[in-house]
């Protein structure tokens, strides 16, 4: 903790460069953190989306609403919406901040969030409660922060609703979904998770935040508990899939 600490500070308080290009950053830079150049390459998603997993949909599904990938899947969340595809200066800013303990990056990505829900007017008025994908314990111990909860504190503070850090609960140290192809996902990430004081969330409308929807494995499951919790709707959103 002590070294993730100590990088943060001098991160911060030294000149700083661009997090990706690593070009010194000028005044008018993002959070003083990436340079405009490096946050304009970030690829967005663009409608029409998904109406399951929220990526865009592709020129010859014009007319469809559901992606060809997701027309396999049965999914236990309602809607999943990303506001940029997970590759480029994206994925190395994220890897950045979950594996590199560069935790103060979770300004920056909530921005993404916050200006997508800004841009398409996004209902978020009609969720009880936000709420973090959980880390099993062990892992938090190694990440020392749960990046799925600094995200949710930043969104949870503007957009003014309720969080909730503990009422979803990781009970399986499950294997890096990373190392597992698509199958293997689904089946690791099974029995995963638990409520907490069930009571508390039955008929909440939940929103479910992490960092990246890939197969949607993991959101899956986690609302799927939430749902047989009692939960209402269940939408996911991520900064990236």
Request: glycine residues 6%; positive net charge; proline residues 3%.
């Amino acid at each position: 903790m002590i070294k993730r600490l100590v990088g943060n500070f001098i991160d911060i308080l030294y000149p700083k460069t661009c997090h990706l290009c690593h070009h010194q950053l000028k005044s008018n830079h993002l959070d003083n953190l990436i340079c405009m150049d490096c946050w304009l390459k970030i690829k967005k998603n663009q409608p029409p989306f998904c109406l399951r997993c929220g990526r865009s949909l592709s020129s010859h599904r014009l007319g469809k609403n559901i992606c060809v990938a997701c027309q396999r899947l049965n999914f236990h969340f309602d809607r999943a919406l990303s506001p940029c595809a997970y590759e480029g200066v994206l994925k190395e800013l994220i890897s950045q901040f979950k594996y590199q303990g560069k935790d103060y990056l979770s300004k920056t990505l909530s921005r993404l969030l916050l200006n997508f829900i800004e841009e398409y007017d996004l209902p978020f008025q009609l969720f009880d409660l936000v709420m973090p994908v959980p880390l099993h314990k062990r892992k938090l111990r190694e990440r020392e922060f749960n990046q799925a909860r600094l995200l949710s504190e930043e969104l949870a503070a503007k957009l003014k609703l309720k969080l909730t850090g503990n009422g979803l609960i990781r009970i399986r140290d499950t294997a890096t979904q990373t190392e597992l192809n698509e199958r293997e996902r689904w089946i690791n990430m099974q029995g995963s998770f638990t409520v907490k004081e069930e009571g508390k969330l039955k008929g909440k409308n939940i929103l479910l935040i992490d960092d990246v929807l890939t197969t949607g494995a993991t959101c899956s499951e986690a609302a799927r508990v939430l749902k047989k919790a009692g939960c209402g709707v269940v939408f996911v959103l991520t900064v990236a899939n």
